[in-house]
């Protein structure tokens, strides 16, 4: 028989449940529900960390001097927030101030993966398959020098995990001409695409080849710099996306 501290431990552990989920989603926007294919649209958090995870160029995007700009860029993450590189004189780092004597830089930042050629038996119903993650927010300068210092490991950690610790910092004058933007995933949606074609029924019988064609990235072997000192060995990072390349090669 159920008793009233039952109840209360039920819905305590429900509200817990519902919170647990809350936090693994992002909150679907006016901005961020797509007027078209909304089946595809993602607000899970891990899909859209690992969407992000593997990219190596953002598509920035901004209104300077009431014209719309799109910039490709270097970024990297930590939990929910992304960091994007540029120099000193990049005008929309500028823009974005440093949150207290500026009121930032209102921005659209976006990632792709192709990772296949969907070929229909009509020109019409031709697509890809893809994922994709759209960030909206504002942007504003990274002041602080120990934010700094986290965001130029995770912009270099995002091209090869590990390479932070396995290089030089960057020094006085270095950071004198190097920006950091940051911008906290608030409004974020993925989108994605598999499958094969949806060709229409009356077009099935049709002499025309259809389906998929995989699309798949890779490393290939790391080529040392010409100055290199022998003795230096490759480091396990590279090793093993080395392999990790070979695997999906295999595949």
């Known amino acids: 028989m159920s008793t009233v501290a039952d109840t209360a431990a039920d819905r305590t552990s429900a509200g817990a449940s519902e919170t647990a989920a809350v936090a693994d989603t992002y909150a679907p926007t006016d901005r961020t529900v797509p007027t078209r294919s909304r089946q595809r649209a993602s607000y899970d958090k891990a899909l859209v960390h ?28 930590v939990g929910d927030r992304l960091y994007v590189h540029g120099s000193t004189g990049s005008r929309p780092l500028r823009a974005a101030g440093d949150g207290v004597a500026a009121p930032g830089l209102p921005v659209c930042l976006t990632v792709t993966h192709v990772d296949g050629l969907v070929l229909a038996r009509s020109a019409f119903h031709h697509s890809l398959n893809y994922r994709s993650v759209v960030v909206l927010g504002t942007a504003h300068q990274v002041t602080d020098p120990e934010e700094l210092r986290i965001a130029l490991d995770a912009l270099v950690d995002h091209v090869v995990p590990g390479r932070s610790a396995d290089s030089r910092p960057a020094n006085a004058k270095e950071l004198a001409a190097t920006a950091v933007i940051r911008l906290d995933m608030n409004e974020v949606s993925a989108k994605v695409r598999t499958g094969g074609p949806n060709d229409d029924a009356e077009d099935l019988a049709l002499p025309h080849w259809s389906g998929v064609v995989p699309v798949r990235g890779g490393y290939g072997a790391p080529v040392p710099a010409d100055d290199l000192d022998p003795a230096v060995a490759l480091p396990d990072y590279l090793a093993a996306l080395q392999a990790t390349s070979e695997r999906t090669d295999a595949c």
């Open 50 to 77: 690992s969407i992000l995870d593997e990219a190596y160029v953002c598509h920035l995007g901004f209104v300077r001097d009431g014209a719309p700009v799109v910039l490709p860029t270097l970024f990297g993450r």
